[in-house]
């Protein structure tokens, strides 16, 4: 029995580390949904981003695609912004980021919001960190 509860109480002290692991293992979707968020033109509160100043612009972005609605930014042209997003481990967090040059600027026009989940996707993701984190504590078991 002692055995057991010593398992048992192993496992909980790696509790941080399976959630790590969870999101290490998802990361890729977990950075699919915040370009899918911007695709729709929206931010990590589930806010439409600032209006394009342009008319023009924003009737080209149209053309060419957008998946927002008309005057609403997606933030996505060539790629390049969102290609570069990463997770970056910082202590006990996970930080969204761009390696893109043009993350700065865009942060700083549109909100460091633009980077992260919506409640949305965050719900969206839920299911699979569970189940990731629910393997990992279970293997701690074994």
């Given at each position: 029995m002692e055995a057991v509860v010593n398992k048992w109480l192993a496992a909980f002290r790696k509790v941080d580390t399976y959630i790590n692991r969870a999101i290490v293992e998802n990361r890729e979707e977990i950075l699919d949904l915040n370009v899918a968020q911007l695709r729709q033109g929206k931010d990590s509160l589930g806010q439409f981003?600032?209006?394009?100043?342009?008319?023009?612009?924003?009737?080209?972005?149209?053309?060419?695609?957008?998946?927002?609605p008309l005057w609403t930014p997606d933030l996505i042209l060539e790629g390049g912004f969102t290609?570069?997003?990463v997770?970056?481990?910082?202590?006990?967090?996970?930080r969204f980021d761009?390696?893109?040059?043009?993350?700065?600027?865009?942060?700083?026009?549109?909100?460091?919001?633009?980077?992260?989940?919506?409640?949305?996707?965050?719900?969206?993701?839920t299911p699979d960190l569970a189940l990731s984190f629910l393997k990992h504590f279970r293997n701690g078991l074994l």
């Open positions: 981003l600032q209006d394009y100043a342009s008319k023009d612009y924003a009737e080209y972005k149209k053309f060419m695609g957008s998946q927002a290609e570069g997003f997770l970056k481990k910082e202590g006990m967090e996970f761009s390696t893109d040059e043009k993350k700065d600027e865009l942060a700083h026009k549109y909100g460091d919001e633009i980077f992260g989940l919506s409640l949305e996707s965050q719900r969206e993701i």
